[in-house]
């Protein structure tokens, strides 16, 4: 099935650990992102990439990493400076198009504990 | 100003009712507008683009307002199963330009 791939769906972390989400696509889209959504708020943009080997900051960036090194992956690491890691976080792709519909996986929810 | 702007709700309607929910958004150089359905604790999944001519899918009726920078989503017949939440998402130029309101969370009762 074509689609993209977040694992794992529920993880815990310790407080001063590093995790990192896997977000894999067979859409071959361009585009690939990463959100956060909190309880009853909007989605939050953290990083994106256009395309392989680059990378964006968004709007929440501190305390998060990411890399392109495949057109189809583009993992999430929640270092231990994220004050907040607790959330949803959402992965997605889009074609480069402009206007292009975005797609989202299903979803990794971290609690840190 | 918010980038896009919608009433959080929630809307709490009987079945078969007609719902619209509206969506503001500030670019006036945006291009591209969506809605997203989002059930509780999952993934925003597409409903429907909006096309400046409005556009139709059974009993979604999306449409799009530019002199006024709004769009909207009507629900004709709501049904139990259209409880969620609604998104509206809206783009300019580039990979970074997607803007997403906070949601509509509509619940459809018996």
């Known amino acids: 099935d074509g689609g993209i791939t977040q694992s794992p769906k529920y993880l815990f972390r310790k407080e001063g650990q590093n995790v990192t989400l896997s977000c894999e696509q067979n859409?071959?889209?361009?585009?690939m992102y990463w959100y956060r959504q909190d309880p009853g708020q909007g989605l939050r943009l953290i990083y994106y990439?256009?395309?392989?080997?680059?990378?964006q900051k968004g709007d929440i960036a501190e305390g998060y990493s990411v890399s392109r090194e495949k057109k189809e992956s583009f993992p999430l690491t929640v270092t231990s400076a994220q004050k907040n890691p607790t959330a949803f976080y959402l992965c997605?792709?889009?074609?480069?198009?402009?206007?292009?519909?975005?797609?989202f996986g299903e979803g990794s929810w971290l609690t840190v504990v | 100003r918010k980038e896009v702007e919608q009433d959080p709700g929630p809307f709490n309607v009987p079945e078969g009712a007609t719902v619209a929910f509206n969506c503001t958004y500030s670019?006036?150089?945006?291009?591209?507008f969506f809605w997203y359905r989002q059930d509780c604790r999952k993934e925003p999944k597409l409903l429907m683009s909006?096309?400046?001519s409005g556009n139709e899918d059974g009993r979604f009726t999306a449409q799009l307002n530019r002199a006024s920078q709004y769009i909207s989503l009507l629900i004709r017949d709501s049904k139990l199963s259209d409880s969620a939440t609604y998104l509206c998402?809206?783009?300019?130029?580039?990979?970074?330009?997607?803007?997403f309101g906070t949601g509509t969370r509509l619940t459809v009762i018996p």
């Open positions: 859409l071959n889209h361009d585009a």
């Open positions: 998402v809206v783009s300019s130029a580039g990979a970074n330009n997607l803007f």
């Open positions: 997605a792709s889009s074609p480069r198009e402009r206007g292009n519909t975005i797609y």
């Open positions: 670019n006036s150089a945006s291009q591209s």
């Open positions: 909006v096309y400046s």
């Open positions: 990439s256009q395309i392989v080997n680059d990378f």
